[in-house]
């Protein structure tokens, strides 16, 4: 079986002397490339022309964390910790995922990506948990916190493809976010929440591998569940190809 191509979203960065970077954690890297799959960086610059192009050639697609969505995106509230917005970025991203629910291609969401999943597909998002979801727990363990920290579970569905691929309708998670889902989209099934009752994972339902979660399972690699994942993701693309 040949292995299949991921395309994985990136980020930008200016250095100090300002070159512009396409960045990305090699975390998400070693997690597909140990489930199987091949990653194939997608800078975030590329054109609604070129996603369509690459969208033909890949077999999945990865949306990984970092920045927050642009509040314009969905009507959200403004807020001071909302940070380093990329509209480039958010433009491919979502274009990404409305070609990947129309075609049926694989693709699952991390962090910022199910809220990019969210907002492409018609949803809306807390611009600040803390200020904006009543008796919210602290959700950002960042930036002084190790990334492998459990601060709280998540409690699934038990009628879900994440429930049958993690094994558990109960399990640990890292909690790395100052963001997340307010309203679904209409077209999303919500299928785990945090203790607060914040949403934490949705599907798309009749897709063959539409899934997001609020987590970071890449850096939780050491965990069993968190592999399978990345390994459920892997074999859909697989498929696909």
């Not at 979660?213 to 069993?224: A, C, R």
């Amino acid at each position: 079986m040949n292995s299949p191509l991921i395309g994985v979203t990136t980020g930008r960065e200016v250095t100090k002397t300002q070159f512009q970077l396409a960045i990305l954690s090699e975390s998400y890297i070693e997690a597909v490339r140990s489930a199987g799959g091949t990653p194939v960086l997608l800078p975030p610059t590329l054109s609604e022309a070129d996603a369509e192009v690459y969208s033909q050639r890949l077999d999945g697609i990865l949306l990984t964390g970092g920045p927050d969505v642009d509040p314009a995106e969905f009507n959200g509230q403004p807020h001071p910790r909302v940070y380093e917005v990329d509209p480039a970025r958010d433009a491919l991203e979502m274009n990404l995922v409305r070609i990947a629910a129309r075609n049926k291609m694989p693709f699952l969401g991390i962090c910022r990506g199910i809220q990019v999943i969210n907002v492409a597909l018609g949803g809306t998002l807390y611009t600040d948990i803390a200020d904006q979801m009543p008796d919210a727990l602290k959700h950002d363990y960042y930036p002084d916190i190790p990334r492998t920290t459990l601060p709280h579970n998540v409690l699934l569905i038990r009628d879900s493809q994440l429930t049958t691929i993690l094994g558990s309708t109960d399990v640990p998670v890292n909690s790395l976010h100052h963001q997340g889902i307010e309203k679904p989209a209409p077209v999303l099934k919500i299928t785990s929440h945090a203790p607060d009752g914040l949403i934490e994972s949705v599907e798309l339902p009749g897709h063959p591998f539409g899934i997001g979660v609020q987590w970071h399972p890449e850096w939780l690699q050491e965990h069993e569940p968190m592999r399978e994942l990345f390994r459920a993701f892997i074999k859909a693309c697989a498929a696909k190809a």
